[in-house]
């Protein structure tokens, strides 16, 4: 018996435990991890059998699971059943799930609505989400609100947003405060955008240093920024080396 064989004679029994135990945690990587094994070896189907009548019966885990299951296979229609009956209980992580997958504009309303509902829970992109669809309505003091609580609560994408909106309404001293913050964490964004902050203000040592972490990342926007910093300093050599790494994926990093 091959090595594959043997895996997938145990990979079943194995998944269903290990699947179980992410969904209750809300270990998304995990979850993928064991769904993928699944749908490696032709499982998904049988754990969808093995998942349901728990789910059927109220169990949170157990519907969570074929979530993930459908969402292995593409089936989003297949997914969305259990996705609203663990929303309706009041899981932070459906709630947020279903307001992120809900269609866009139409679904607009009601994303807004769980994100609502996921961010009283204290689930971090939520707050994160909710302040992006304010914003983008006009609401910016209570986007404002959202985006500082969940950098308040050590969300770097948040403190980044947040660094972002200061930038839009000049608040510059306050949005370096949070580029740092969130860059101090491994924030490639914000490395590139404090890189850049310290550029408009004159301050090319620091702009270099910072942009360089950011395209040392792979940032392409911070590669450019520093290519041009580069040139106009005279190291036109080091400027080419830089221009050549940008890899021209679509659009830019930049801010």
Not at 47 to 54: I, Q, T
Not at 120 to 132: K, P, S
Not at 174 to 197: C, I
Not at 200 to 206: L, M, Y
Request: aromatic residues 6%.
């Amino acid at each position: 018996m091959s090595g594959d064989e043997e895996l997938a004679q145990g990979i079943g029994p194995a998944a269903k435990i290990a699947l179980k135990r992410a969904a209750a945690e809300d270990d998304a990587d995990a979850a993928s991890l064991w769904c993928a094994r699944l749908a490696r070896f032709g499982m998904v189907e049988e754990a969808e059998r093995h998942f349901r009548p728990a789910a059927e019966e109220g169990d949170l885990a157990s519907a969570k699971c074929l979530v993930w299951l459908a969402w292995e296979e593409g089936r989003i229609q297949d997914a969305w059943p259990w996705l609203e009956r663990a929303a309706g209980t009041g899981d932070p992580w459906a709630m947020y799930e279903l307001g992120a997958s809900l269609p866009r504009p139409e679904g607009l309303k009601d994303a807004e609505r769980w994100y609502r509902r996921a961010a009283g829970t204290g689930h971090v992109l939520a707050m994160n989400d909710l302040a992006a669809l304010l914003s983008r309505a006009g609401l910016r003091e209570e986007a404002m609100q959202w985006y500082r609580r969940a950098a308040d609560a050590g969300l770097d994408i948040a403190m980044n947003n947040l660094a972002i909106q200061h930038v839009l309404h000049g608040e510059i001293a306050d949005a370096e405060r949070w580029f740092d913050q969130a860059a101090g964490v491994g924030n490639v964004q914000a490395m590139a955008n404090l890189g850049r902050l310290k550029l408009e203000a004159g301050e090319s040592a620091e702009a270099e240093s910072w942009l360089t972490s950011a395209a040392e990342k792979g940032h392409e926007g911070a590669m450019d920024m520093l290519a041009d910093l580069m040139a106009a300093t005279g190291r036109g050599g080091e400027a080419e080396i830089w221009r050549g790494r940008i890899t021209g994926a679509e659009g830019s990093d930049r801010r």
